[in-house]
């Protein structure tokens, strides 16, 4: 069965498979290349007649990396005319429903809304909502920040990708009445880079009124650059190619291929400035006027409700490209922890974490160690802050710990980065999702609570599911998070002795 349904910018034709309508690879913006590579996005240029939407488009430009790789997740067929969107819908007629805006992850490189671990079909069949995954640039082509481009006219300092998902959501807005939804109840929901993107897009003045719930998985408001950093990285790139920096014309001329050959160079060795992710979104004073994570704490940035949350191994999967994690002793791990903190206060935390965890029978042994606070430090914490932020300006946040275990290399990946996805658009039985998140009665009936809330906040401003405990905002005295895992119950400051040794690094 086929439909044909007219957007903002022409008619495209989907299709109807299992009740639910798809519409696919449709563009919400003009294909950045050429002269427009590099800037911001331009309107979507109408066509004539009737567009297949049958299939998606092909992902951004990327090199892919290890997670991907890791986790089978290859992006597949990639262009720089990579502006599109895919959206599902029930295949009943109807109108109002919910718009749930998926913005996915790849640390800023590699990813597509595209991929089939994103396949809405699920999630769609379970709730009466509409779904949209999008595409945005990434890497050097999304977030290259240099003084040339932001001095062409309407140009910006690094934030390509953040404005590409902007003007999504602007598309989204103008055309939810055609596919059923509500353009004035969209949720954003995001893992990794796309919940941090999220955390800027609350930031971003620009993204205002666009949305009025978001989910933010893995993922805050603390992994923007600053200028001078971004700056800083961004002529790395120029020097990798033996450019000038302000012959914004030979950037332009350059094949995809050397573009992100430089890419993938400047990735190897300036990681670790921007907590591990050179390229992002970057405080450039207009598009972001403030570092996120400031402007939602003094209150300047959207006031929406939010459901925020972490996974408890969050880099065990990242351990899997580092082997020499794995062969860490105290010395070693004193220093790798000295590199990413003030001076002074690895030796501190190393201690309150041995001893946290000794207290609870938990494993001390150096890897262990190095695993928990990377977790805690690049996500668990900021998580924390963005709902401190939200409690202190009077609004409701739902906070979730994610630990359900991976059985996968014998159970060395715990509750780790990314796993709970699955979980979320609901678990398919395909083979490979299986190795990696299990299966049987118990992780299907994790998927369904957890999409039963997922679904349930973006219908009504609240998490409140079926088979859940009471699910209480979160606040500084109680900090009450939801416990989701083989077991989902309601506790009161989860690893709180760990979070305690953070209050003056993050």
Same mark, same amino acid.
């Not at 999008?134 to 300092?157: D, F, I, K, N, V």
């Not at 933010?216 to 800083?232: F, I, K, N």
């Not at 921007?274 to 959207?302: C, F, K, M, N, W």
């Given at each position: 069965?086929?439909?044909?349904?007219?957007?903002?910018?022409?008619?495209?034709?989907?299709?109807?498979?299992?009740?639910?309508?798809?519409?696919?690879?449709?563009?919400?913006?003009?294909?950045?290349?050429?002269?427009?590579?590099?800037?911001?996005?331009?309107?979507?240029?109408?066509?004539?007649?009737?567009?297949?939407?049958?299939?998606?488009?092909?992902?951004?430009?990327?090199?892919?990396?290890?997670?991907?790789?890791?986790?089978?997740?290859?992006?597949?067929?990639?262009?720089?005319?990579?502006?599109?969107?895919?959206?599902?819908?029930?295949?009943?007629?109807?109108?109002?429903?919910?718009?749930?805006?998926?913005?996915?992850?790849?640390?800023?490189?590699?990813?597509?809304?595209?991929?089939?671990?994103?396949?809405?079909?699920?999630?769609?069949?379970?709730?009466?909502?509409?779904?949209?995954?999008?595409?945005?640039?990434?890497?050097?082509?999304?977030?290259? @920040?240099?003084?040339?481009?932001?001095?062409?006219?309407?140009?910006?300092?690094?934030?390509?990708?953040?404005?590409?998902?902007?003007?999504?959501?602007?598309?989204?807005?103008?055309?939810?009445?055609?596919?059923?939804?509500?353009?004035?109840?969209?949720?954003?929901?995001?893992?990794?880079?796309?919940?941090?993107?999220?955390? @800027?897009?609350?930031?971003?003045?620009? @993204?205002?009124?666009?949305?009025?719930?978001?989910?933010?998985?893995?993922?805050?408001?603390?992994?923007?650059?600053?200028?001078?950093?971004?700056?800083?990285?961004?002529?790395?790139?120029?020097?990798?190619?033996?450019?000038?920096?302000?012959?914004?014309?030979?950037?332009?001329?350059?094949?995809?291929?050397?573009?992100?050959?430089?890419?993938?160079?400047?990735?190897?060795?300036?990681?670790?400035?921007?907590?591990?992710?050179?390229?992002?979104?970057?405080?450039?004073?207009?598009?972001?006027?403030?570092?996120?994570?400031?402007?939602?704490?003094?209150?300047?940035?959207?006031?929406?409700?939010?459901?925020?949350?972490?996974?408890?191994?969050?880099?065990?999967?990242?351990?899997?490209?580092?082997?020499?994690?794995?062969?860490?002793?105290?010395?070693?791990?004193?220093?790798?922890?000295?590199?990413?903190?003030?001076?002074?206060?690895?030796?501190?935390?190393?201690?309150?974490?041995?001893?946290?965890?000794?207290?609870?029978?938990?494993?001390?042994?150096?890897?262990?160690?190095?695993?928990?606070?990377?977790?805690?430090?690049?996500?668990?914490?900021?998580?924390?802050?963005?709902?401190?932020?939200?409690?202190r300006r009077g609004l409701p946040c739902w906070m979730y710990l994610f630990t359900w275990a991976s059985p996968a290399l014998d159970g060395a990946v715990g509750s780790c980065h990314a796993l709970e996805i699955p979980f979320v658009f609901g678990l398919s039985g395909d083979a490979s999702v299986s190795a990696l998140v299990g299966d049987g009665d118990a992780a299907r009936e994790l998927s369904r609570h957890m999409q039963d809330a997922w679904l349930a906040f973006a219908q009504e401003g609240t998490p409140a599911a079926a088979g859940l405990p009471e699910w209480a905002p979160y606040d500084e005295a109680r900090r009450t998070t939801l416990i989701l895992g083989a077991e989902c119950r309601r506790e009161d400051d989860p690893l709180g002795d760990e979070r305690a040794l953070?209050?003056?690094?993050?």
């Amino acid at each position: 069965m086929e439909l044909v349904i007219e957007t903002s910018a022409g008619r495209v034709r989907g299709r109807v498979v299992d009740g639910v309508r798809s519409f696919r690879g449709i563009p919400y913006a003009a294909p950045p290349v050429g002269a427009r590579r590099f800037r911001p996005p331009q309107p979507v240029e109408p066509w004539a007649g009737v567009r297949d939407a049958g299939e998606s488009a092909p992902a951004a430009p990327q090199n892919g990396g290890p997670v991907a790789r890791m986790l089978g997740m290859a992006s597949g067929e990639t262009s720089e005319d990579c502006l599109t969107l895919d959206v599902w819908a029930p295949a009943e007629s109807g109108e109002g429903r919910p718009v749930m805006v998926w913005i996915h992850g790849g640390s800023f490189t590699f990813g597509a809304g595209s991929q089939p671990v994103y396949d809405a079909v699920g999630l769609v069949q379970r709730g009466d909502v509409v779904v949209v995954n999008l595409h945005y640039r990434l890497g050097a082509l999304g977030w290259l @920040a240099l003084p040339a481009l932001e001095r062409e006219e309407g140009g910006s300092l690094g934030n390509a990708g953040l404005l590409d998902q902007i003007e999504a959501l602007r598309f989204v807005r103008e055309n939810a009445r055609a596919f059923g939804g509500d353009p004035e109840r969209v949720t954003l929901f995001g893992e990794s880079a796309g919940a941090m993107s999220i955390g @800027a897009l609350l930031a971003a003045p620009a @993204a205002a009124g666009l949305f009025q719930r978001a989910i933010l998985q893995s993922g805050a408001a603390h992994h923007a650059s600053p200028a001078d950093r971004a700056v800083e990285m961004s002529e790395r790139w120029v020097r990798e190619l033996g450019l000038d920096a302000g012959d914004v014309g030979a950037f332009r001329e350059l094949p995809v291929e050397r573009v992100l050959e430089a890419q993938a160079a400047v990735q190897a060795v300036g990681g670790f400035a921007h907590r591990g992710l050179p390229y992002q979104p970057t405080v450039d004073g207009r598009i972001l006027p403030r570092a996120p994570h400031e402007a939602l704490g003094d209150g300047s940035g959207a006031a929406v409700p939010l459901l925020v949350g972490t996974n408890l191994d969050e880099w065990k999967l990242f351990g899997l490209g580092d082997p020499k994690a794995r062969e860490l002793d105290d010395a070693a791990l004193l220093r790798r922890c000295g590199r990413n903190l003030p001076e002074g206060h690895a030796g501190r935390l190393v201690a309150g974490y041995r001893a946290a965890r000794e207290q609870r029978s938990a494993s001390t042994a150096p890897h262990e160690l190095w695993f928990a606070i990377e977790s805690d430090r690049n996500f668990r914490l900021p998580a924390i802050r963005l709902a401190e932020s939200q409690h202190r300006r009077g609004l409701p946040c739902w906070m979730y710990l994610f630990t359900w275990a991976s059985p996968a290399l014998d159970g060395a990946v715990g509750s780790c980065h990314a796993l709970e996805i699955p979980f979320v658009f609901g678990l398919s039985g395909d083979a490979s999702v299986s190795a990696l998140v299990g299966d049987g009665d118990a992780a299907r009936e994790l998927s369904r609570h957890m999409q039963d809330a997922w679904l349930a906040f973006a219908q009504e401003g609240t998490p409140a599911a079926a088979g859940l405990p009471e699910w209480a905002p979160y606040d500084e005295a109680r900090r009450t998070t939801l416990i989701l895992g083989a077991e989902c119950r309601r506790e009161d400051d989860p690893l709180g002795d760990e979070r305690a040794l953070w209050a003056e690094l993050v």
